[in-house]
Structures are given as structure tokens and as C-alpha cells.
């Protein structure tokens, strides 16, 4: 086997030959096929699916068996009670678009979306700072962890401590105009009357939401999650660094937020005269540090450590906002502290940076803050 | 032996040159041939108390530069580099992966002029025009680009899903913990502020090569990482549909400067 013919030389020429064109071929072949997809196809393989798409899965097919158990109920009174309509990540899956009725319900539901995505331009008499609802109750309020419309709208009626009586739905809405919007500051000079076609609104898109949630169920994801005390505390002092590395990107280095070219509020200011006042449940710091950690930035939620999110919390609630509407003219903070801050987690009726918080905000005091604020413009020295 | 050998060789040879082109051809998403590492000491360097607020900075004193002092790097070459509007067109439009410029907020522009010059953003045509400029070139260079006016003339041009684009601007997709473009980017993503550039009327190629770029760590240079993390939870076809979406919206209006009608007259455009 060791002599080599003419014959044979000739034919590993060939071979080269046929075998660089088999090889060609079947290049062209497989760069076909990679161009056009088919090899999932081939394989008898299904596409992966992104994990928005799968979780859009599980949310339709959620949505469809509630749909499909209660028309079964519907047939057959024995049949069990529809289950909650529960998504990829555990959490209540609300209705979509599709969902949403023709006719008058439908359009109310429409007009609540509206006023609670942009408030200050849909119900704007009365609000009186620059805030919607939407800011606080991200994705219009559907957000798990940051108090979604589809928990809080099975817990009404309820009593509350903050105001010592039963509280409807419309009773909750009218709190979030009065402090997390400052109505006292807006053109009505209070939040909408009682029976005003605002709370209708917003009631009937938030139980839209809830379509599939059984009443008084605690929901998981429901309001804002709580964080753990540290060993620390809290310190507005250390949190001035985490907000400027965290926060001042987009809310500005003086909390103040930002517009865009259309005058819309994009970043919400987070204290000072348009933010939200002296009685909202975000002055608390623990319920900041909760909102906060679940949810900013933006696209980064959980991004912080406990100790981040409760100093943090303590530096945007260690400044001047609009006065607790409950504190009259005769009243002095330290009775409104007394008698509205007791037990709770602020800095209320403090003094800092000079200011005594609680005492509201004039152009005057206003100025005399920034003048000493421990914040400074960025490029100035 | 030899004799017998030397097709494998050549076989092998073949394969390896086939192999390459392939990965050449299909490894990266996006169509940009800088194939530079992405800087990831570099932005372990980059100073994380000023950072988030660069833009703001500069924003400040691109607003005191001369843009008069720039039209020769805009609109002629220079020994060996070349003017800004031989890629970015006479009117700072752009086209294809090349941005649009005209009216993206000073600051955004002049950070990414630092940001290729220091090597926090890569891109060879790029890092190689910048090395020439001076500071102060470079805050003139925002100054006139954020003034300068250019019609809308983007198309969608990658196939992407326009409606799922449309959700991904103005509500997001909050499964995967991806916020609305707009709730940054202004409600007609015509940018707010220094840091957060307008998207509308972005050629789609452009945006589409940032967002690949920004999700395999090529582009590392966002304020606090916040186009990385979220670059990161869209797949391949979200990122073509926003993209897409994107450049069937018009571009910004010009910052307070004259706009020509159709009919040829100007009018001061009044900015609240």
C-alpha cells in the first residue's frame, strides 16, 4: 500500500475537488437555512420564548381560564368558584385591553386610567402640586409592590386609624388629593367634592382591575413592601450620597425633578412647594424606604440595600414641603405633630437645615432654604 | 505521506477560514465593526459621585460656548480627521447608523464627545475624530447641534413589530421590569433635560445598534447604568420594534431658535 500509482495521485486531486464542492454545497445549504430559520423547524423545536412573552403567556392564559371557569359556573351552579387569575412571578394578573367593556363602564374606566396616569392635566383643579397618581402607583397603578389599584380596591370599605373612621374607596382617593396632591394648593382649594364624577372614574377603573381578585383576599404584592429595620437606622446625612449617585440623574440634585419640552412633569419633584405635603403617607420614611426599594430608579428596582433605601427616604423627607392641611392656622406643629405624627416614622416638627418641618412652605421661607440648602447646583461651586 | 496528507490540511484549512466568516457574519447582532472589549475598568474608573450628574455639567457650559468658533470641524476636514457633517450631514440629520444630532440636548452630546475621547464609549471613526478637540470644542460642538434644526426624515426600517413598540414607549413592560421609554425620555420622547436624549425621529439603525450595544456591554456609559439594565431585559425583536417605532415619530422642535415653514418664512420658536 506504500506505492503510490499515477492513478491515485490523480484521485486525491479529485477527491479534493469533490470534496471542497460537497463542502460548499452544504456551506450554501446550512447558510440557508440559518438565514431563513428553519432549523427550529427542521428539529421539530419551538422558538424559545423571550420572558416578556412567556409571562404574557401565563397572563393571557390566566385571564382565559378565569373566563372559561366562569362560564362553566354559569352553566353549572356546582362547578367550584373561579380561581385568581395568578401570573408567571405569583402576583394577581388584572384585565387587559381586551377586556375592557364597550358602553358607558367602559369609557368611565377609560377616563379614570386617564386622570390617574396624568392627574394634574385631567383632574388639574384639583391638584395642587405637580404629582399624578401614577407616580407613586407605578405601571397606572397595576404594579405589583407599589400599592396596585387591584389590591386596594377589594379592601374598601375598611376602618382607619389615620382618620378614626370607616373609610370608602372615595374616602381613600379624597386622602391622595388632600396630601399626595396638596389640593389645599390647587385652583378648587381642596380635593374634589364628595360624589364628584373624578372618584367615580378612578373607582370604576380600579374595579376593572380587580376583576378576578375575591374581596378582602391580601393579595400578594399588595402596597409597598416593608423594609427591614437595620442596625443603623436611618440618617438624612448618609442618604445625601445615595441620592446623588441613585436619584439626582433623573429628580436633579436639588429633588426639584425635571419637565419636558411640552411642560409635562417626566421626574416628579420630591419635596419642596410642588411635591406632595406634610400629611401624605410618603413623608413616612418607612413607607418611602418600601416605595423606594422596590421600586427606583426606574428599571433598577431592589437595586438598593435596606440601609440605602432608609437613608435615602430620610434625605428627601428632611426638607421643606407643604403644610399637613389638617394643622389649621390656630394650630402649631408641635400640637399637629401631637396629634397627627404620633408613632409614625418622620421627621416632622424637626428642625433641620434650619427649617422647623411641618411648618409649611411660603416664597419666602422657600428662598430662605435654598439659600442654605445642603444641596448645590451642579457645576456651581 | 505527504502526497496523501495535504487535502485534510486544506480541508481544515477551509473549515477554520468558513468558521471565521461565520462568526464574523453572524456573531454580533448589531452591524458596527468596532470590535473593541467592552470598558468595563474604565467605568469602575469613572467617578461615581459626579457621574450621574455629567451631563448636567456640561449642559451648563456647552450653554456658555461659542458655536461660531466650530463651523470649520463641523463643515471641513482637517488634516487628517474629518468634519462632523461628512457622517452627520450638513443638518446634523444623520442617516442610517450614523445619528441624527440636530436637537439632542448639549450636554448629552458634548458627554459622549468625553465619553469617546476617555474611552467610557467606543467607536473607532469616532474616538479617532474626537482625539483632536479641545474641551471648549467640544461644549460648542453641543451648543450648536442641540440648536441646530433638521426635518423629520426617519423610516422604520427592521422589520420590527411598530405596535409593540409603541408599548414599549408609553407603557412598558413592567414583567420584566422595563419602564416606559417616554417616562424618561419625555412624553413624546423628545427628550428631557441633559441626560435623557429624544428618541423620536432617531434613525432606526442608530437606535437598534445602541440598545445591541448597550446589551452585550459594548456601550457602558448611561447615568447610574440605566440603559444597560434595561437594554438587557429586551430581546433581539423588542429592540428592532422600538427602534422602528421610534423613527415613525417627528423629531424635536428646535430650543428657542427660528424654524423655516414650508413656505419658506421663519418664526421664533417660543419653548415654555
Known amino acids: 500500500m506504500t506505492d503510490k500509482t499515477p492513478y491515485r495521485e490523480r484521485s486525491a486531486t479529485r477527491r479534493l475537488v469533490y470534496g471542497g464542492l460537497g463542502a460548499v454545497i452544504f456551506f450554501g445549504i446550512g447558510s440557508l437555512i440559518y438565514d431563513f430559520g428553519l432549523f427550529s423547524w427542521m428539529t421539530g423545536t419551538r422558538t424559545v420564548l423571550s420572558e416578556s412573552e412567556q409571562h404574557l403567556k401565563t397572563a393571557t392564559q390566566a385571564r382565559r381560564q378565569l373566563e372559561e371557569e366562569r362560564t362553566a359556573r354559569r352553566d353549572n351552579p356546582d362547578a367550584p368558584a373561579p380561581a385568581q387569575p395568578t401570573g408567571e412571578a405569583g402576583y394577581f394578573v388584572p384585565p387587559g385591553d381586551e377586556e375592557l367593556p364597550d358602553g358607558p363602564f367602559g369609557e368611565s374606566v ?98 376593572w382591575l380587580a376583576d378576578g381578585a375575591a374581596l378582602n383576599e391580601d393579595l400578594p404584592g399588595r402596597g409597598y413592601p416593608s423594609v427591614e429595620e437595620t442596625d443603623q437606622g436611618y440618617d438624612w446625612q448618609r442618604g445625601q450620597q445615595v441620592f446623588t449617585d441613585n436619584c439626582a440623574a433623573c429628580h436633579g440634585i436639588d429633588g426639584q425633578g425635571q419637565q419636558d419640552l411640552n411642560g409635562r412633569t417626566i421626574f416628579p419633584p420630591l419635596w419642596g412647594p410642588g411635591s406632595y405635603n406634610w400629611g401624605a403617607g410618603m413623608h ?98 | 505521506m505527504l502526497a496523501k496528507r495535504w487535502p485534510i490540511a486544506v480541508s481544515a484549512i477551509v473549515v ?62 482637517r488634516g487628517d480627521s474629518w468634519a462632523c457633517a461628512s457622517c452627520h450631514g450638513g443638518q446634523g440629520q444623520g442617516a442610517g447608523s450614523v445619528p441624527r444630532l440636530a436637537g439632542l440636548p448639549a450636554g448629552y452630546i458634548t458627554k459622549q464627545l468625553h465619553d469617546y475621547a476617555d474611552g467610557r464609549r467606543l467607536n473607532d471613526n469616532m474616538q479617532h475624530v474626537v482625539s483632536s478637540l479641545s474641551d471648549e470644542d467640544m461644549a460648542a460642538l453641543g451648543a450648536y447641534y442641540s440648536r441646530l434644526e433638521a426635518p423629520g426624515d426617519t423610516q422604520p426600517q427592521l422589520g420590527g413589530n411598530i405596535e409593540r413598540g409603541r408599548t414599549l414607549a408609553l407603557e412598558g413592560d413592567w414583567a ?86 414650508d413656505d419658506g418664512s421663519r418664526t421664533e420658536v417660543e419653548i415654555p
Open chain 1, 110 to 207: 377609560e377616563r379614570g386610567r386617564e386622570i390617574f396616569r396624568n392627574t394634574g392635566t385631567n383632574a388639574g383643579e384639583f391638584v395642587g402640586n405637580d404629582l399624578s397618581c401614577a407616580n407613586c402607583h407605578l405601571d397606572t397603578g397595576k404594579r405589583e409592590n407599589s400599592a396596585p389599584m387591584w389590591a386596594a380596591a377589594i379592601q374598601y370599605p375598611a376602618f382607619r386609624g389615620k382618620n378614626q373612621m370607616v373609610n370608602t374607596m372615595e374616602d381613600r382617593v379624597n386622602g391622595c388629593f388632600t396630601y399626595s396632591m396638596n389640593a389645599q394648593d390647587s385652583e378648587h382649594g381642596d380635593a374634589p367634592p364628595p360624589g364628584h364624577q373624578v372618584y367615580k372614574d378612578l373607582q370604576s377603573y380600579f374595579y
Open chain 1, 284 to 381: 413616612r420614611i418607612n413607607t418611602a424606604a418600601g416605595f423606594i426599594q422596590a421600586n427606583m430608579p426606574l428599571g433598577k428596582p431592589n437595586s438598593l440595600t435596606d440601609q440605602e433605601a432608609w437613608d435615602v427616604a430620610a434625605y428627601i423627607n428632611s426638607f421643606p414641603r407643604p403644610a399637613d392641611p389638617r394643622q389649621t392656622d390656630k394650630m402649631d406643629v408641635s400640637t399637629a405633630d401631637e396629634r397627627f405624627h404620633e408613632g409614625s416614622i418622620n421627621y416632622y416638627g424637626d428642625t433641620l437645615h434650619g427649617v422647623l418641618l411641618g411648618e409649611g412652605i411660603t416664597q419666602e421661607r422657600w428662598e430662605r432654604f435654598l439659600r442654605t440648602a445642603p444641596f448645590h447646583e451642579p457645576g456651581v461651586d
Open chain 2, 16 to 77: 477554520i477560514i468558513s468558521l471565521g466568516w461565520l462568526v464574523a457574519r453572524y456573531g454580533n447582532d448589531s452591524s458596527v465593526s468596532d470590535a473593541a472589549e467592552p470598558s468595563l475598568e474604565k467605568a469602575a474608573v469613572a467617578n461615581p459621585l459626579t457621574d450621574p450628574l455629567y451631563a448636567d455639567s456640561l449642559g451648563e457650559i456647552a450653554a456658555k460656548a461659542n458655536p461660531e468658533n466650530i463651523s470649520d470641524i463641523v463643515s471641513a476636514d
Open chain 2, 176 to 261: 420584566i421590569d422595563v419602564p416606559a421609554c417616554f417616562s424618561c425620555h419625555g412624553s413624546s420622547g423628545w427628550g428631557v433635560g441633559q441626560s435623557f436624549p429624544s428618541l423620536a425621529g432617531q434613525h432606526s439603525s442608530y437606535t437598534y445598534i445602541q440598545l445591541a450595544n448597550w446589551n452585550n456591554g459594548k456601550r457602558n456609559n448611561s447615568p447610574i447604568q440605566l440603559m444597560r439594565d434595561i437594554a438587557q431585559k429586551l430581546s433581539d425583536s423588542d429592540m428592532r420594534s422600538v427602534a422602528d417605532f421610534m423613527a415613525t415619530l417627528s423629531p424635536p422642535q428646535t430650543l428657542g431658535i427660528t424654524r423655516t415653514s
